[in-house]
């Protein structure tokens, strides 16, 4: 008498192996957002860029970072105003900036290159110091996000690297680091109000990093 038994009920479906962890966090999605790198009112005459690249130790680009900046405005008051993230109350999703109000906040994820670019208002200095952006750096293989600023010149530069004061004299952070440590804070002023500022997070010339107790 032939076996009738159906086997393919009792057959395991095949599963493909799962990874035993997921590369992560992805800086790159879902907290960038539109108008992010735009923090200058459009047309506004103070507006200044701001760019540079994110490297690793071996100087390679780290491609999935996210910075975060703060700073004050052309009166070095830092800013009271809201309106960074703004929501459409229709769909949920963000409409970005409003185009008109300077809230000092700007959140920019780098490139394939490692680079990044923001345009925002020439901070004014407060107080004691050089005018300067405060910066939050997130990327992969960070257990903890890192704070370092971007010291501007005083004075605007003529021409590319040249004039201008780096607020040495002043500021009580610059004046108590060593000159090749107090280089890596500085941004290098080009031409047309732009400014190139590259973070290092680690090696020779690794970025100053700042611990908040």
Do not use: K
Request: glycine content about 14%; hydrophobic content about 40%.
């Amino acid at each position: 008498m032939a076996d009738t038994t159906d086997t393919t009920a009792m057959t395991p479906t095949p599963v493909l192996p799962t990874p035993a962890h997921t590369i992560g966090p992805f800086y790159g999605y879902a907290l960038p957002f539109p108008g992010g790198a735009d923090v200058a009112p459009a047309g506004h005459p103070d507006t200044i860029t701001v760019h540079g690249r994110v490297l690793d130790g071996a100087g390679a680009p780290v491609p999935d970072a996210l910075l975060e900046f703060w700073g004050p405005g052309p009166d070095g008051e830092p800013p009271c105003a809201t309106g960074s993230l703004r929501r459409d109350p229709v769909t949920g999703g963000f409409l970005g900036r409003d185009g008109i109000r300077f809230t000092g906040f700007g959140r920019v994820p780098t490139d394939a290159d490692g680079h990044w670019a923001l345009r925002t208002l020439r901070p004014g200095a407060r107080g004691r110091g050089a005018p300067y952006l405060s910066v939050c750096v997130f990327a992969r293989g960070l257990t903890r996000h890192l704070f370092t600023r971007v010291y501007l010149p005083v004075f605007l530069p003529e021409e590319p690297g040249e004039g201008g004061d780096d607020g040495a004299a002043t500021d009580p952070l610059l004046a108590s680091l060593a000159p090749e440590r107090r280089a890596t804070l500085l941004a290098m002023g080009e031409p047309a109000g732009s400014y190139r500022f590259d973070i290092r997070l680690q090696g020779a010339a690794e970025t100053v990093f700042l611990e908040f107790l």
